[in-house]
């Protein structure tokens, strides 16, 4: 019988796409210092012994540039603070959704209400609403009364909502 294989992991979506130390395959970077100083155009062995002299690591930021950009920091540091970041930006995020309401045109007024009181409930939960008028057969002759219906609820709604 074969193992069994463990699924990948996909709770991390993050896939880091910097190059790091020994990753870096181009022969000359522009070297950054962990402050954010420029240090200048150096060999990648010479940038790399940089940054290994410090204990830190040597992270391409740049890759497109001609040379690529390197900076000297420390990896899983910048990491870390990468995803505390994309942590708060979805944190922040907000979800619409967009509820539908059908109605009728010959409704009835208790039948209305409910609907209405549906409507205001949805607004104030923040989602968005779509409210579709449903004609059946000759109903199709009196566009009029499904629009008056639509203004009326908008009428009645508009503290609430917006158009």
């Excluded at 990948?8 to 022969?27: A, G, K, L, S, Y």
């Amino acid at each position: 019988m074969r193992p069994r294989r463990r699924p990948e992991d996909r709770t991390r979506p993050v896939v880091h796409t910097e190059r790091i130390n020994d990753q870096i395959r181009v022969p000359n970077v522009r070297l950054v210092g962990e402050d954010g100083e420029q240090i200048g155009i150096k060999s990648t062995d010479e940038a790399r012994e940089y940054a290994y002299s410090r204990n830190l690591d040597l992270v391409e930021v740049a890759a497109q540039a001609d040379p690529p950009v390197a900076r000297v920091m420390d990896y899983g540091k910048y990491r870390y603070e990468q995803e505390q970041k994309a942590k708060v930006a979805r944190k922040h995020q907000s979800q619409i959704n967009v509820k539908e309401i059908k109605l009728r045109p010959k409704i009835g007024i208790h039948d209305y209400e409910t609907k209405k009181g549906h409507v205001v409930r949805f607004l104030n939960g923040r989602a968005k609403v779509k409210v579709t008028i449903m004609f059946r057969g000759r109903e199709n002759l009196h566009p009029e009364r499904g629009r008056d219906l639509l203004m009326r609820l908008a009428e009645d709604i508009k503290e609430v909502g917006q158009e």
